[in-house]
């Protein structure tokens, strides 16, 4: 499970990563309904989605309709914004 670094929300599972080839983690969805907020962001000459933690609206990074099936969706996140916690993972009940 991918947390959020500034107050340890869960937002992405693992499973939903995927290379993008953009240099950032990449996710086709959030973990559960609810975890990330999205926001108009029309800075930088650019309109795109700001993807922001729910619980502390912390800046996480945008969204884009160009990821993979099956919801099209390339959340497109700051590596520094997220905390890998491999005890969340499918194997964590055997350690």
């Known amino acids: 499970m991918y947390r959020c670094a500034g107050c340890g929300a869960e937002l ?5 990563k995927f290379h993008s080839g953009s240099g950032w983690p990449s996710f ?3 973990a559960k ?14 309109v795109r ?13 945008h969204v884009f309709p ?3 099936n099956p919801t099209g969706l390339r959340y497109c996140v700051n590596s520094l914004a997220l905390d890998l916690d491999p005890s969340d993972g499918p194997d964590a009940a055997d350690s």
Do not use: K, N, Q, Y
């Open 66 to 68: 160009d990821g993979p």
């Open 12 to 16: 992405f599972d693992a499973d939903t």
């Open 28 to 30: 086709w969805a959030a």
């Open 33 to 46: 309904e609810g975890a990330i907020e999205e926001h108009r962001d029309s800075t930088h000459g650019m």
């Open 49 to 61: 989605t700001e993807i922001v933690c729910a619980r502390c609206g912390g800046h996480l990074g």
